[in-house]
């Protein structure tokens, strides 16, 4: 059985967790072929990027992007919880247009072959095993062969549910949030990112952009906006009268609006792999449960399938048996435990009517060290855990 698309790996998906898998393999010197629907879907997404990030991408350095070095974070009674980093590792925020065009030519420079505005419907299969993925496009229908299949085309995948690693979503699985990318004068400090919890189980934000744009959205749990109404939610948060500090204009440009469900349950770490098949990014559950940032995640998830990937092909042999060594990645495994914290403080967060976060933010006000753990515990890094002493104090006040 020959192919004309025959490739070492067949990536499903150009985001930032498919593009980083596609990079790390290119580089190693093995074929790479990068299916993408749309190089020019811009994600909803607040676009926060974590140092650890910029680390793998040092050109996004260069660019004129706000250097974020603190946030403010407001309880659904209004208190405020402010906090100032005192020796900033870089972050940022960026349009997701341009993060993913920069992560994506990062592949196409270092050797992957894109394929842009390919459709991936089904696998590829000889003799009842799955060798690579049929795809649409203009042209017809075209197979891609290879000998892994990284399926990394987020949480509307046709693929994920397919391979049978994982089922559909439910809406019990889901949080949805729509936001936009909006011009005009602020005030808003370049240097902050501002998230408001909700009385509801969900949240609002404002993240600089630069210049005088900022992206601004809000959502939550899919069971509670099935509830309110997502666009009503959404509404009333950009119009609601205290913004008017920080958003004095009554009127803003919007550049660009969307939708999109996001998985809430944490990494499906038994769904992760499988013979030759690995998941990675938002649709095998790399998104933080508390704040819905998945960028990080969903980077290293890319980064450690292609690491498996390369063990993998150079022990041929065995590459059934060195792929399940993708959920034993470090890297995996750190995010993992992180994630489950997360997801088991949700009530802390997000229940309640907000009147626990509001006691949360009352005791961080008496100790310092407490306050930078909760806010790590939201914004940190899927490694930064807060200590026992913390976490029985967050959970003693549910």
Wanted: proline share 4%; net charge positive.
């Amino acid at each position: 059985m020959s192919f004309k698309n025959k490739y070492d790996i067949v990536i499903s998906g150009a985001g930032p967790s498919g593009s980083q898998c596609a990079e790390v393999l290119a580089r190693a010197g093995f074929s790479v072929a990068l299916i993408e629907r749309d190089k020019d879907w811009r994600k909803p997404c607040g676009g926060g990027v974590s140092s650890k990030v910029i680390a793998l991408y040092p050109q996004l350095k260069k660019l004129n992007i706000p250097k974020i070095k603190g946030y403010v974070i407001y309880s659904a009674s209004g208190s405020e919880l402010k906090f100032t980093r005192d020796n900033p590792e870089d972050s940022t925020v960026m349009d997701r247009l341009e993060l993913d065009s920069i992560m994506r030519d990062s592949a196409v420079d270092a050797g992957a072959d894109l394929y842009n505005k390919y459709f991936s419907y089904d696998f590829l299969y000889h003799d009842h095993k799955k060798v690579g993925i049929k795809t649409r496009s203009s042209t017809g229908v075209q197979d891609f062969q290879a000998k892994i299949i990284v399926i990394a085309d987020g949480v509307s995948s046709k693929l994920a549910p397919k391979s049978g690693l994982r089922s559909k979503w439910s809406i019990d699985d889901l949080l949805i949030a729509k936001c936009s990318i909006m011009e005009g004068d602020h005030n808003l400090n370049e240097n902050r990112i501002y998230i408001y919890f909700k009385p509801y189980s969900g949240y609002g934000w404002i993240f600089p952009l630069g210049g005088n744009r900022f992206n601004i959205g809000a959502g939550g749990y899919a069971t509670e906006m099935a509830k309110l109404n997502l666009n009503q939610v959404y509404k009333e948060f950009i119009q609601n009268p205290n913004l008017k500090s920080i958003l004095p204009t009554n009127s803003y440009k919007t550049i660009w609006t969307g939708a999109y469900p996001e998985p809430n349950m944490g990494v499906l770490e038994k769904s992760l792999c499988d013979e030759n098949i690995m998941l990675v990014g938002d649709n095998a559950g790399f998104v933080n449960p508390i704040n819905g940032e998945g960028i990080f995640a969903g980077v290293m998830s890319g980064k450690a399938a292609a690491e498996t990937a390369i063990f993998s092909l150079e022990n041929e042999s065995l590459l059934e048996t060195s792929i399940r060594k993708y959920k034993k990645h470090p890297e995996i495994k750190q995010i993992i435990r992180s994630f489950k914290l997360r997801r088991s403080l949700i009530d802390t967060f997000l229940g309640n009517q907000g009147m626990t976060l509001n006691r949360m933010f009352k005791l961080s006000e008496e100790d310092e060290e407490f306050k930078t753990q909760l806010i790590n515990l939201f914004l940190g890094k899927a490694g930064n855990l807060p200590t026992a002493e913390v976490l029985k104090e967050l959970t003693s006040k549910k």
